[in-house]
C-alpha cells in the first residue's frame, strides 16, 4: 500500500474515532437515563456508522417551539405561586393537599373554578353533540386531533364546520402528521374542496425535514366552540368509533363535554400547536368576562410534550399513586409503563391502597396483548387487580383516586406517551365528575374478565420470552 493510501486511512481512521468520541461526550450531557444512555453508547460503538445516523434521526430531542413564550403572555392564565386556594381544599381530601401543592410546581398554573364535566361514551354520543355545538358557532371553531380520519365520522364534523363557516365562524383544524394518514385520501385532499375552513399538519410525516421527528406526535384530541364549551379527551375523530353502526374495526371511547373557564386554558394549548405547525398567530375568540359560571368543579388542563413540557403527566400522576389513601381506578388502552410507575402501583396495594387497572382483553396494535402481559405477574403477586374487557378494543384513557380526584385526556399509560407524545390531560377535583367517571369505570369491570395469579401455573419459557422481547419495543408502539 502506498504512503498517500496509508496517510488517507489514517486520517479515515482519526474521524472516525473523532466522531464516536463527540457523539458519546452528546449523549452523557444529554440522556438523564443510565439505560437509555448506555444503550446509545453501546450501539454507536458497536455499530459506529449506523449508531451515529440512529442517534442522530431518533435519539436527539430537537424539540424547540417558539410559542412556548405565549405561556408568559395572557392574563393570570400562569402563576408561579404553590399557594393552595381554600376552593381547591374544599374540593379534595387532606390527603391530597399535598398532591395540589406538588402539582402548582409541576405545571404553574391555578385550576380554573366553575366548571361542568359531563363524559360521553363512544363516537355515537358524541358526535352528534360535536356537530351541535360546531354547527352553532359564531365566532370560532378550533379542532386538534391526532386522527382525524376522511372517513363517515370525519364527513360528520366537516359538514358541521362548513355551517359554522356560514355563521361567519373561524374554523381551524389541525391533524397529526402520522395520524393523517391513517385514512387514504386523506383528510387534507377532503378539505382542500371546501371554503373558509384553514387546515394545518403537525410535523408532515413525509417531509425530509421532520425526519428527525418521525417518533413524536401531537396526540392531543381538542375541541374548542365559541371560546366557552369544548370536547376533550382521547377520542380520535374517525368512523370506528361509531360503535352502533357496527363498523368493521369497532373502538370503545370516552371522552367529555367541558364547559366553562378551564376552556381558555384549552385554546392556550391550541395556539400553541399551531403556531408550532408553521401558522401564523392569532389570538383565540375569548368569552365575555360576564359569562356565568356552568358548574362548580374545579379543573385544569395539563399540556405535556418532549420539550420544556417534558413529563408532567407522568409526574402528577406518580404524585396520585403516592397520596393515594382508598383507592386507584385506571382504564388505559396501552399499558407499558416504566419501572417507577410500576413500583409506585406495587408500594400502593402493598399500603392497602386498592388498586384496579382496567384493559383490553384484545390490542388494536401486534405485539401489545404480550408485551403488556410482561408485567402482570408482578402487579398481581403485590395485591393490584387487573380486569380485561372484552371486544370491542377500547381506548378510554380514565384515573380516578380516592373518589375525588380526576385525571382524564390524550395521555396512554406507556413510555411514548410520558416522553415521546405531545399530551394534554385534563385534571378535575371533587366527587361529582369522579363518581361520573366511576360509574363507567364500574361498568366496564362488570363486562371484563379478572386476571388471577397463580404461582403454580407459572406461563411456558417460550410465552415468557416472547412477552419480554415484545416489551423492549415499549418507546415505538
Given amino acids: 500500500m502506498d504512503p498517500i493510501s496509508l496517510s488517507s486511512f489514517g486520517i479515515a481512521g482519526v474521524l472516525y474515532i473523532t466522531l464516536q468520541i463527540s457523539v458519546t461526550i452528546h449523549i452523557l450531557l444529554h440522556k438523564e437515563e443510565v439505560h437509555s444512555a448506555i444503550g446509545w453508547i453501546g450501539l454507536i460503538w458497536l455499530t459506529p456508522l449506523l449508531g451515529t445516523v440512529l442517534y442522530v434521526i431518533l435519539g436527539i430531542n430537537r424539540i424547540h417551539r417558539k410559542a412556548l413564550s405565549l405561556r408568559n403572555t395572557g392574563p393570570n392564565l400562569l402563576t408561579a405561586s404553590s399557594q393552595i386556594t381554600d376552593e381547591e381544599k374544599r374540593h379534595v381530601p387532606p390527603s391530597f393537599i399535598q398532591l395540589l401543592r406538588l402539582g402548582h410546581k409541576v405545571h404553574p398554573q391555578h385550576f380554573a373554578i366553575g366548571n361542568t364535566i359531563t363524559p360521553y361514551i363512544n363516537g355515537d354520543n358524541a ?228 388498586v384496579e387497572i382496567i384493559l383490553p382483553s384484545k390490542s388494536n396494535i401486534f405485539g401489545m396483548d404480550w408485551a403488556m402481559r410482561a408485567n402482570f405477574p408482578r402487579l398481581l403477586k403485590k395485591g393490584v387487580k387487573i380486569y380485561l374487557t372484552p371486544p370491542p378494543f377500547d381506548h378510554s384513557k380514565l384515573l380516578v383516586v380516592d373518589e375525588a380526584w380526576t385525571f382524564a385526556g390524550s395521555a396512554n399509560w406507556d413510555v411514548r406517551s410520558f416522553r415521546l407524545n405531545f399530551e394534554c390531560n385534563i385534571e378535575c377535583l371533587g366527587r361529582h365528575t369522579a363518581s361520573q367517571v366511576l360509574k363507567i369505570i364500574h361498568a366496564k369491570k362488570q363486562a371484563a374478565r379478572a386476571e388471577v395469579f397463580n404461582p403454580k401455573q407459572r406461563p411456558s419459557i417460550f410465552a415468557l420470552i416472547r412477552n419480554n422481547a415484545f416489551k423492549l419495543l415499549t418507546p415505538y408502539y
Fill in 127 to 354: 358526535y352528534p353533540e360535536m356537530c351541535r355545538m360546531i354547527e352553532s358557532a359564531q365566532k370560532e371553531v378550533l379542532i386538534s386531533s391526532y386522527i382525524f380520519n376522511n372517513d363517515k365520522a370525519g364527513h360528520m364534523i366537516l359538514s358541521a364546520a362548513q355551517t359554522a363557516v356560514k355563521n361567519g365562524a373561524k374554523v381551524k383544524i389541525l391533524v397529526d402528521g402520522v395520524g393523517l394518514n391513517y385514512s387514504k385520501p386523506n383528510l387534507a385532499h377532503a378539505v382542500k374542496k371546501l371554503k373558509g375552513i384553514e387546515f394545518s399538519v403537525f410535523l408532515p410525516s413525509k417531509s425530509p425535514v421532520t425526519l428527525p421527528f418521525v417518533n413524536l406526535r401531537n396526540h392531543r384530541k381538542i375541541m374548542i366552540v365559541d371560546g366557552k364549551e369544548a370536547f376533550f379527551g382521547g377520542m380520535n375523530i374517525a368512523q370506528g368509533n361509531l360503535v352502533a353502526q357496527h363498523p368493521k374495526e369497532p373502538i370503545q371511547d370516552t371522552t367529555f363535554k367541558v364547559q366553562g373557564p378551564v376552556v381558555a386554558q384549552m385554546q392556550r394549548v391550541f395556539e400553541e400547536d399551531w403556531i408550532f405547525s408553521g401558522k401564523k398567530h392569532f389570538i383565540p375568540y375569548t368569552a365575555p368576562k360576564n359569562t356565568p359560571l356552568p358548574g362548580h368543579t374545579p379543573a385544569r388542563i395539563i399540556p405535556d410534550g418532549p420539550d420544556s413540557d417534558f413529563g408532567k403527566i407522568q409526574t402528577l400522576v406518580m404524585g396520585a399513586l403516592v397520596c393515594a389513601q382508598k383507592s386507584i381506578h385506571i382504564v388505559t388502552p396501552y399499558f407499558l409503563p416504566e419501572r417507577d410507575v410500576l413500583n409506585a402501583l406495587e408500594l400502593a396495594s402493598m399500603r392497602g391502597v386498592h
